[in-house]
């Protein structure tokens, strides 16, 4: 029985440094095959379209309601210590710094991710990546490359709207419904938000849930097994490596930038 388990772990080990190996690859093929791609923008921009346009509505519905939680369970918290005055701060802190960047990415795997991995992996088995090559065009510039840069810009974006519409939710919870005063709940977090360190930090956090998220969408789906399990198990490998991806970056970007 030792034996049969060292032997699945060696396999598995095995497995798994193939594995990375190939996405490493596919990863800088996809960037060299990027060079050209700028002299045809409209391939970005209608990826672009597609992920944020069908991602939007999840983004904005998802920031207000979590503004609202952050509106009422902040200032119940602040209310203890006769710091409510401070509630603009708090949203606005926890949403630009953290919960924007994460939860974006997040709802960005289990949404946009899961449609770029069963795209695909749908091409790969009908054949249509195999037909492209088979007359002289790279796939992985004209369908992998547009859909990682679309990715890549639509991210910060999102994560942008998800932010802004999170602090309209937390004003609308703390300053119209519960009463904190309107003019302390915008001048304290114009005070205490600074746009280096936390927007910009934010910013830099998106970019990179958008490389790592849209690259693992899209290499499940190019390495899926060309049949209707190997798709199903493509899509499901998205969600699950994209969101444990997000959680385990999230904590060494904290780390690097909030250090001081």
Known sequence: MIVNLLSSLGRWVRESIVSLGFATRTFFAVIRASGGLWRRLRLITDQIHFIGNHSLVIIAVSGLFVGFVLGLQGYYTLNKYGSEQALGLLVALSLTRELGPVVTALLFAGRAGTSL???????KAGEQLSAMEMMAVNPL????????????????????????????????????????????????MQAGVDIWKDIANGV??????GFAV???????????????????????????????????????????????
Not at 117 to 123: N, P, V, W
């Open 117 to 123: 991995t069963a795209e695909i992996g749908l091409m």
């Open 214 to 260: 849209t690259f693992i969408a899209l290499f499940q789906g190019y390495e899926a097994q060309p049949t209707p399990e190997g798709v199903a198990r493509a899509t499901t490998r998205t969600v699950v490596i994209g969101s444990l991806t997000v959680l385990w970056l999230d904590f060494l970007l904290t780390a690097l930038m909030f250090n001081q």
């Open 141 to 188: 510039q004209r369908v992998l490359a547009p859909r990682f840069w679309a990715g890549v810009i639509a991210m910060p974006v999102l994560a942008a709207i998800f932010s802004a519409v999170g602090i309209f939710g937390g004003y609308v919870v703390g300053v119209q419904l519960i009463g904190v005063d309107e003019g302390a709940f915008w001048s304290q």
């Open 204 to 209: 830099i956090k998106s970019v990179v849930f």
